[in-house]
C-alpha cells in the first residue's frame, strides 16, 4: 500500500531533480543589450566566443521593423553607419536607411523601457524618427510606427522581446541547441520598475533571467578574469587590485569600482545616470539646427544619421564638414570643430566626471589605490572622456579589452559561473559579489523616504527595521515600499505597497512594525512585516511577505491616486520609525 | 537507481515542507538599525536580556528563524554535517563542510568574532578581516550552489549574507563596539538624545565652527579634529569595555556616534 504513495512523490521529485540537473549542464548566454546596438556571447568551455550574425556582424544594430505580416513586425540587422562605410558595404546602407529612418522602425528602445511620459529621458526622445507621444500624466508614453501610413502602436518592451527572440533564434541556429538561461547586462540607474520590464521581455522572448548585472560589473568581472589568466602564465600569484570601471555607451553612464582579490571581484560602489551618446547627439542637432524639432520624421532621420557621423569622425580627426541634404530643398552645411562639440556637451562630461568622483567617494578608495581604469562602451574613444578619465585617475586607461564587447563578455563569464560550468583548467575560477544599485525603503514620519537596504549594499543582504504606529489605537498601517535615495524625494520609485491590518489595539509607538527587506544574490526583493507587541513573542497578526515591485505600469500614477484617496488619512495610517521624534 | 530516489523522497519532501525556503535571516542578522531595536529602554543602558536572548543558540524567539535554528538546533550539540553526516573537524568554525562541501545551516552560537578567528576583542586587526572575508565568500556564495538542493540554496543566502553583515560589522569602530556590547546583553540606542551637558555644548560648538568656516582648509582641520576626537573616545571605550563599566561604555558610544556624523557631514560640504 505505501508503495503507490512513494512513487508519486518519487515523480515530484524527479522533476524537481531534472529541472535542477538539466539547468547545470545547459548553455547560457550573455546579451548585452545596447541602446544602439547589441551583441551575445557564450562561455565555449575555454573560453567566451562572441556570437556573429548571418552577416558575420558581432554587434547588431538595435532597430525592430514593424510591419503587418506577424503581430508585430520582424528585427532587421542592419549596419550601422560606421560599419558601411568601414566594410564599404554602402549599397546596403541605403537601401536600408530609407526604412530605417522612415517612421517604419523602432530604435533606442533601452532608453524608452519601463518609463512613462513624465519622464525627462522620454521627452527627449520625440525627437526619434518614429511616434513618442506624450500626455504627461503619469502613464506608458504612446509609442507607434508607420506601416502602411498608419501609425501601429506598441511598446518598448514587445519590441525589445521581439529582438530578443531574433537574438535566441540566432543563438540557436549558431549553437545548434535550444538556449533558455540568459544574463543580461543593464545600466545602473536602472530602477526595480524596468528591471521587471526586461524580465518580462524575456520571457516573451522565451528566454529565462538568470541575472542582471550591471554593466560595469560584466566589465569587472572580464577584468577579472583576465588578471587571473595573465598572473597563472606568470607567477600563479594573483594580488589585489582595485579597478575602476567607466562606462558610456549610447544611453546610458556608468561607474564601478571593483576590489578583485583572490578570484573573488567585489563592487565597492557603483553610480549612474542616464546620459551617454544620445545626449551627445540630440545637443549637436539643436547645436546645428536650432529649429530641427520642426523637421518632418524623414528629414530628422537624415539629420540623425549625419550627425552621428561627424561625432564619431570628431573623435579622430580635429574638424569635420557636414552636408546634408535634408530633403525639401533643405540643406545643412557646416564645418564642425571638436571644441565646439566639447562645448556644447559640456554639461554631460561635467556629469559623468561627477559620477566617477562620486562612485571612488562612496568606495572609499583613494586614486593612489587604483590599479587599472578602464573605459568602454560606444563613446570611450571621444577624447574629451578618455582625458577627464586619465586626468582624475592620474594614470593611463587599461588596454587589454575591446571596449565595445567587454561587457558582453562579462555576462558570458557570469553566465557560466553562475549555472555552475565544467572548468577543468580552472580559468573561470572567479566569484563576483554585486550591490544594490538603489536604496530601498519605506515612507515613514509622515512623508520621509526611510531607507531599510542603503545604496551600495551586498547582496544576498537580509535587513531589519523597526517601526511603529502613529496614533493610538491604530489598527491598520501601510507600508509603501520606495526605491531610491532620501535626498531625491520626487525621483524616488513606487514598488508597491501593503496593508496590515489587525495591530492589536494599544497606545501609539507601542506596536513594533518590523518590516525586513531580503535581496538574493539575483537581486529579487521581497519584503516583510511582523507585528509584535512588546512583551509578547508571538506575533500579533500573521506576517506578510510579498516579492517587490508589485505596481505594475503608470508607477507614479500609482504614487498620486494613492496619495489622492488616502491623502487625509494616509497619516494616520502611515508608520513611524520607533523612537523617531515627531 | 530509481529505488534510491524512491527512499530518498519522502525525507526531503518532508524536509521541505518544513523549511521554508524563503531565505530569512533572524532579527539581530540586520546589524545596521541596531537604534531602532531598544527605543523604549531609553531610561537606561542596560537592557533586560530580551534581545540579548537571541544570541543563545536555543532561544525560539520568533517563528521566522525557527527554520535555521531548528537545523542548527540538530546541528549544534554535535556538530555534524547534515549532508553527509561527518562530525566537525578543526577549529573553524563550522559554517561549511570540509568533507562533502556543503553549506552548513546557521547556528546563531558562532559570533562574528567566531567567524573570522578572532577573540571576542575590541581591538582587532581590520585588515586581516577582508582576506579571511573573501575565504569565506568562496565557500558560502550563492553563486556557487546554483545546481544544489533548494535547501542548501537557502543556507548559501543565509550564511552569505550574514558573513557580508559580520565582514561590515566588525570593520567600522564605531559598529564594532555596538556589536560587542550586544554580546554582552547590553542593547545601545545611537539616536538616544544627548543629555551629557559637556557633550551637549562640544556639539553646540562644533556645528557652529563648521558654520562659520570661511573655506575647505578650515573644514579640513574640523574634520581631522574629529577623527582624533574619535580615536580618543574609542580608546576611551577600549577601558571602559575591559573594567566592564558598560554605561561608560555606552557614552563612549554615543560620542563616537556623534564625531562620526560629524565628520561625514563636513566630508559632504567638502
Known amino acids: ?582 | 537507481m530509481y529505488k534510491t530516489k524512491k527512499l530518498c523522497a519522502p525525507l526531503s519532501t518532508i524536509f521541505r515542507g518544513v523549511l521554508p525556503t524563503r531565505r530569512r535571516l533572524s532579527p539581530y542578522f540586520s546589524n545596521s538599525q541596531i537604534p531602532s531595536l531598544s527605543s523604549h529602554l531609553q531610561s537606561s543602558s542596560r537592557v533586560p536580556p530580551r534581545y540579548a536572548l537571541h544570541f543563545l543558540p536555543n532561544s525560539n524567539f520568533s517563528f521566522q528563524n525557527l527554520c535555521s535554528q531548528s537545523a542548527a538546533k540538530l546541528d549544534s550539540s554535535t556538530k555534524r554535517c547534515w549532508n553527509c553526516v561527518a562530525d566537525k573537524t578543526g577549529t573553524t568554525p563550522f559554517l561549511y563542510c570540509d568533507s562533502c562541501r556543503s553549506i552548513q545551516p546557521v547556528d546563531l552560537s558562532i559570533d562574528y568574532f567566531q567567524i573570522f578567528g578572532l577573540e571576542k576583542k575590541y581591538e582587532i586587526e581590520v585588515d586581516s578581516l577582508e582576506g579571511k572575508y573573501k575565504d569565506w565568500q568562496k565557500k558560502l556564495h550563492p553563486d556557487l550552489v546554483h545546481s544544489k538542493s533548494e535547501k542548501e540554496r537557502g543556507y548559501a543566502a543565509e550564511q552569505s549574507a550574514r558573513v557580508i553583515d559580520a565582514y561590515r560589522t566588525l570593520s567600522k569602530p564605531l559598529s564594532r563596539a555596538i556589536y560587542i556590547l550586544r554580546l554582552e546583553g547590553v542593547d545601545v540606542d545611537e539616536e538616544q538624545t544627548v543629555s551629557d551637558p559637556e557633550l551637549l555644548t562640544e556639539i553646540m560648538e562644533i556645528r557652529e565652527a563648521v558654520e562659520e568656516a570661511p573655506d575647505s582648509q578650515a573644514l579640513n582641520q574640523i574634520q581631522s579634529k574629529m577623527e582624533e576626537k574619535l580615536e580618543e573616545s574609542s580608546n576611551s571605550f577600549v577601558n571602559a569595555y575591559q573594567s566592564r563599566n558598560f554605561d561608560e561604555a555606552v557614552a563612549c558610544i554615543q560620542r563616537m556616534t556623534y564625531y562620526q556624523r560629524a565628520s561625514e557631514e563636513i566630508l559632504k560640504k567638502l
Open chain 1, 1 to 582: 500500500m505505501a508503495e503507490p504513495e512513494y512513487i508519486v512523490e518519487s515523480e515530484c521529485e524527479t522533476t524537481e531533480e531534472e529541472k535542477s540537473s538539466s539547468a547545470s549542464s545547459e548553455v547560457v548566454i550573455g546579451i548585452d543589450i545596447g541602446t544602439s546596438q547589441c551583441s551575445v556571447a557564450v562561455w565555449n568551455g575555454s573560453e567566451v566566443e562572441l556570437l556573429k550574425n548571418t552577416r558575420n556582424q558581432p554587434l547588431i544594430r538595435f532597430d525592430v521593423l514593424v510591419d503587418n505580416d506577424i503581430p508585430l513586425g520582424e528585427v532587421n540587422y542592419h549596419l550601422s553607419p560606421y560599419d558601411v562605410f568601414s566594410l564599404g558595404e554602402v549599397n546596403y546602407h541605403l537601401s536600408h536607411k530609407h526604412e530605417r529612418l522612415s517612421g517604419a522602425s523602432i530604435l533606442n528602445m533601452k532608453r524608452l523601457i519601463g518609463r512613462v511620459d513624465t519622464d525627462r529621458v522620454v521627452h527627449a526622445s520625440k525627437n526619434f524618427p518614429f511616434l513618442v507621444q506624450t500626455l504627461d500624466m503619469g502613464v506608458r508614453p504612446f509609442i507607434a510606427a508607420l506601416v502602411n501610413n498608419v501609425w501601429k502602436s506598441t511598446t518598448p518592451e514587445e519590441v525589445l522581446a521581439l529582438y530578443l527572440a531574433e537574438l535566441r533564434i540566432m543563438a540557436e541556429s549558431k549553437l545548434k541547441r535550444p538556449i533558455k538561461d540568459v544574463v543580461l547586462c543593464i545600466p545602473v540607474s536602472f530602477s526595480r520598475f524596468q528591471l521587471t520590464q526586461i524580465e518580462r521581455a524575456c520571457t516573451i522572448a522565451g528566454l529565462h533571467v538568470l541575472r542582471l548585472m550591471p554593466e560595469p560589473v560584466a566589465v569587472a568581472l572580464l577584468y577579472a578574469q583576465q588578471q587571473q589568466h595573465m598572473l597563472r602564465d606568470n607567477t600563479g600569484r594573483v594580488s589585489k587590485r582595485i579597478a575602476l570601471v567607466f562606462n558610456m555607451g549610447a544611453g546610458y553612464c556608468d561607474v564601478a569600482v571593483a576590489d578583485i582579490d583572490g578570484g573573488v571581484t567585489e563592487i565597492k560602489a557603483l553610480s549612474g545616470s542616464e546620459i551617454g551618446g544620445e545626449d551627445f547627439l540630440q545637443n549637436m542637432m539643436r547645436h546645428l539646427l536650432p529649429s530641427f524639432d520642426k523637421l518632418d520624421i524623414k528629414s530628422m532621420g537624415l539629420l540623425r544619421v549625419a550627425i552621428q557621423e561627424a561625432i564619431h569622425e570628431l573623435s579622430f580627426q580635429e574638424s569635420v564638414q557636414i552636408d546634408v541634404d535634408l530633403g525639401n530643398g533643405s540643406r545643412l552645411c557646416k564645418e564642425v570643430k571638436r571644441e565646439e562639440f566639447e562645448e556644447v556637451n559640456k554639461y554631460i562630461f561635467c556629469e559623468s566626471e561627477i559620477l566617477t568622483v562620486q562612485c571612488m567617494h562612496d568606495a572609499d578608495v583613494d586614486v593612489e589605490d587604483l590599479t587599472d581604469v578602464i573605459v568602454v562602451g560606444g563613446c570611450s574613444c571621444i577624447p574629451k572622456i578618455r582625458n577627464f578619465v586619465e586626468n582624475l585617475c592620474e594614470r593611463e586607461i587599461y588596454k587589454g579589452m575591446n571596449p565595445l564587447t567587454a561587457a558582453v563578455y562579462g555576462t558570458a563569464l557570469e553566465g557560466a559561473l553562475t549555472s555552475g560550468i565544467d572548468d577543468p583548467l580552472g580559468d573561470v575560477d572567479l566569484l563576483t559579489s554585486q550591490v544594490t544599485t538603489l536604496g530601498i525603503g519605506i515612507r515613514a514620519n509622515r512623508s520621509e523616504f526611510v531607507p531599510v537596504i542603503p545604496r551600495n549594499t551586498t547582496m544576498p543582504v537580509h535587513k531589519e527595521m523597526i517601526f511603529t504606529t502613529v496614533k493610538d489605537n491604530q489598527t491598520e498601517a501601510l507600508i509603501v515600499v520606495y526605491e531610491g535615495e532620501p535626498e531625491m524625494e520626487d525621483e524616488n520609485h513606487l514598488l508597491g505597497y501593503f496593508k496590515i491590518t489587525g495591530i492589536p489595539p494599544a497606545s501609539k509607538g507601542v506596536p513594533e512594525i518590523i518590516v525586513g527587506m531580503d535581496t538574493n544574490a539575483s537581486n529579487e526583493l521581497s519584503v516583510s512585516a511582523r507585528v509584535i507587541i512588546p512583551g509578547s513573542r508571538q506575533p500579533a497578526v500573521p506576517v506578510m511577505e510579498l516579492k517587490m515591485p508589485t505596481v505594475d505600469d503608470g508607477h507614479s500614477c500609482c504614487a498620486e491616486v494613492l496619495t489622492r484617496a488616502y491623502g487625509p488619512t494616509l497619516d494616520s495610517m502611515i508608520v513611524r520609525m520607533k523612537n523617531h521624534s515627531i
